[in-house]
């Protein structure tokens, strides 16, 4: 109270003391309060100067970003979080805060502040965000359970399940954990999700939250573990992840995590896919004397289409809608596999050649169970190469084609982690009828059978 009397005491003696030259001499009080109001003018007038020449300039360094191709910007900005300049969304578009950052970055190494990197610039950036990023084994990749944008600590969550429609990443001994989720339903705001995420599930307690209209973040403490929560609205939909890590290890994980928030797209959309690979594998079902039966989309651009241990094939058909296609072939050991006589439900046994970078180089066949859900998914997927490959009923009969969806993985990567659905066998006999292959009437049933029915697919594209 003292401090604040003294104050106002200050306050009211110098408008006394500023009044009191008024009283004095009336002639000079006029010209006196034309200045008084004429200097706060030009002060006005020269800030609103100052704020137009830096919104010229940022937007004249802007224009000048997009003349870099999009992928470029990305990389510039997803360099400059590593390197500590820059804390916002990874999405190309340069604006005052990514220019910030380009000047921030530019300060530190000595060079001009022009908010636009020259080539020795760019490269001294990426010379010093690599070593971060490869410790760590970040990696850019498509969530295929949500359809979000993501980017991964390879090397401290190395494995990756995917179950549900929800994708998960996890260090071997549980120190560090990131979730997908996905929340669609009719008017839904982030109001009541924020708030219940806040103390769901028990044990959680927030240490910090904002809540946007179209997004929100929380972080705290779960059972001991740090957490951040990020999550995106779009319509009805809300896309988000969640990362858990040990306290300990918080100074290896925080700055992970800013990336982490940084990289996060959860509606990616515009910018073009990168290509698929020259060559890829995928797995083939022999169906009749020398026709194989394989995944439509796995022969998508291909030039040459071999079939391991036969030679050429030649396409005899496909349908896109169903996902299928058809190859012909000459002098095939192969022994065509039995059909089943219904759809499949529950248990299945998925029979296919993995990818050569899935199994050290080998071209092995392998069997493995999954479950088949009521929309037709396969959970859990099977390895990359099992496009195409035979899923076998409890009879061991062809009960459908095993359709793979792969995550494009931006950079050096480990084997990205498919979603897989069944293409189920009303389908494949209608679509085998259609181009006149009729099921081998001393067809083969059995997984070993199977096994001795399945072939590598090799796609080479120009």
Same mark, same amino acid.
């Given at each position: 109270?003292?401090?604040?009397?003294?104050?106002?005491?200050?306050?009211?003696?110098?408008?006394?003391?500023?009044?009191?030259?008024?009283?004095?001499?009336?002639?000079?009080?006029?010209?006196?309060?034309?200045?008084?109001?004429?200097?706060?003018?030009?002060?006005?007038?020269?800030?609103?100067?100052?704020?137009?020449?830096?919104?010229?300039?940022?937007?004249?360094?802007?224009?000048?970003?997009?003349?870099?191709?999009?992928?470029?910007?990305?990389?510039?900005?997803?360099?400059?979080?590593?390197?500590?300049?820059?804390?916002?969304?990874?999405?190309?578009?340069?604006?005052?805060?990514?220019?910030?950052?380009?000047?921030?970055?530019?300060?530190?190494?000595?060079?001009?502040?022009?908010?636009?990197?020259?080539?020795?610039?760019?490269?001294?950036?990426?010379?010093?965000?690599?070593?971060?990023?490869?410790?760590?084994?970040?990696?850019?990749?498509?969530?295929?359970?949500?359809?979000?944008?993501?980017?991964?600590?390879?090397?401290?969550?190395?494995?990756?399940?995917?179950?549900?429609?929800?994708?998960?990443?996890?260090?071997?001994?549980?120190?560090?954990?990131?979730?997908?989720?996905?929340?669609?339903?009719?008017?839904?705001?982030?109001?009541?999700?924020?708030?219940?995420?806040?103390?769901?599930?028990?044990?959680?307690?927030?240490?910090?939250?904002?809540?946007?209209?179209? =997004?929100?973040?929380?972080?705290?403490?779960?059972?001991?573990?740090? =957490?951040?929560?990020?999550?995106?609205?779009?319509?009805?939909?809300?896309?988000?992840?969640?990362?858990?890590?040990?306290?300990?290890?918080?100074?290896?994980?925080?700055?992970?995590?800013?990336?982490?928030?940084?990289?996060?797209?959860?509606?990616?959309?515009?910018?073009?896919?990168?290509?698929?690979?020259?060559?890829?594998?995928?797995?083939?079902?022999?169906?009749?004397?020398?026709?194989?039966?394989?995944?439509?989309?796995?022969?998508?651009?291909?030039?040459?289409?071999?079939?391991?241990?036969?030679?050429?094939?030649?396409?005899?058909?496909?349908?896109?809608?169903?996902?299928?296609?058809?190859?012909?072939?000459?002098?095939?050991?192969?022994?065509?596999? *039995?059909?089943?006589?219904?759809?499949?439900?529950?248990?299945?046994?998925?029979?296919?050649?993995?990818?050569?970078?899935?199994?050290?180089?080998?071209?092995?066949?392998?069997?493995?169970?999954?479950?088949?859900?009521?929309?037709?998914?396969?959970?859990?997927?099977?390895?990359?190469?099992?496009?195409?490959?035979?899923?076998?009923?409890?009879?061991?009969?062809?009960?459908?084609?095993?359709?793979?969806?792969?995550?494009?993985? *931006?950079?050096?990567?480990?084997?990205?982690?498919?979603?897989?659905?069944?293409?189920?066998?009303?389908?494949?006999?209608?679509?085998?009828?259609?181009?006149?292959?009729?099921?081998?009437?001393?067809?083969?049933?059995?997984?070993?059978? *199977?096994?001795?029915?399945?072939?590598?697919?090799?796609?080479?594209?120009?």
């Amino acid at each position: 109270m003292r401090l604040a009397g003294a104050l106002l005491g200050c306050l009211v003696a110098l408008s006394f003391a500023a009044a009191e030259p008024a009283k004095q001499d009336a002639s000079k009080a006029a010209p006196a309060k034309k200045e008084t109001k004429a200097a706060p003018a030009k002060k006005e007038t020269k800030a609103k100067a100052t704020k137009a020449d830096q919104k010229a300039a940022v937007d004249a360094i802007a224009a000048s970003y997009t003349a870099i191709p999009l992928s470029e910007r990305i990389a510039i900005q997803n360099d400059l979080v590593w390197t500590g300049d820059y804390n916002g969304i990874i999405n190309g578009e340069f604006g005052e805060r990514a220019i910030a950052a380009v000047k921030a970055f530019q300060k530190r190494s000595g060079a001009k502040e022009t908010g636009v990197l020259n080539q020795p610039e760019r490269a001294a950036l990426a010379v010093a965000a690599k070593p971060k990023q490869d410790n760590v084994g970040w990696r850019m990749v498509q969530d295929l359970g949500t359809g979000a944008r993501l980017g991964i600590p390879g090397k401290l969550m190395p494995s990756t399940q995917v179950s549900g429609g929800i994708s998960k990443w996890t260090s071997s001994r549980g120190e560090y954990q990131a979730e997908t989720f996905r929340i669609l339903q009719p008017g839904t705001t982030l109001g009541p999700i924020f708030e219940r995420m806040k103390s769901e599930p028990a044990g959680r307690k927030t240490e910090y939250s904002l809540l946007r209209p179209d =997004f929100f973040v929380i972080s705290g403490l779960q059972n001991l573990k740090k =957490f951040y929560v990020r999550a995106q609205l779009r319509g009805d939909e809300v896309r988000g992840f969640t990362v858990m890590y040990d306290q300990a290890m918080a100074g290896i994980m925080e700055p992970v995590v800013v990336a982490m928030s940084s990289a996060y797209v959860a509606f990616p959309g515009g910018a073009a896919p990168p290509p698929r690979r020259k060559v890829e594998y995928a797995t083939g079902v022999a169906v009749g004397p020398g026709h194989i039966l394989t995944s439509r989309d796995a022969l998508d651009g291909c030039s040459i289409v071999t079939v391991a241990g036969v030679g050429g094939a030649d396409r005899a058909g496909e349908d896109k809608d169903k996902g299928l296609a058809l190859l012909r072939v000459y002098g095939s050991p192969l022994k065509p596999l *039995a059909l089943a006589s219904e759809n499949p439900k529950g248990d299945v046994t998925l029979v296919g050649v993995p990818d050569p970078q899935a199994q050290g180089g080998g071209s092995a066949v392998s069997a493995v169970k999954a479950r088949v859900t009521e929309t037709l998914g396969l959970d859990p997927a099977p390895a990359v190469g099992f496009d195409g490959g035979a899923a076998v009923d409890a009879q061991g009969r062809l009960a459908g084609i095993a359709s793979l969806k792969i995550p494009l993985v *931006a950079g050096a990567a480990p084997m990205p982690v498919p979603s897989a659905t069944l293409t189920p066998v009303e389908t494949v006999r209608s679509f085998l009828g259609g181009q006149n292959v009729a099921p081998a009437a001393a067809a083969a049933s059995g997984v070993e059978a *199977a096994k001795g029915s399945v072939v590598r697919v090799i796609c080479v594209r120009k």
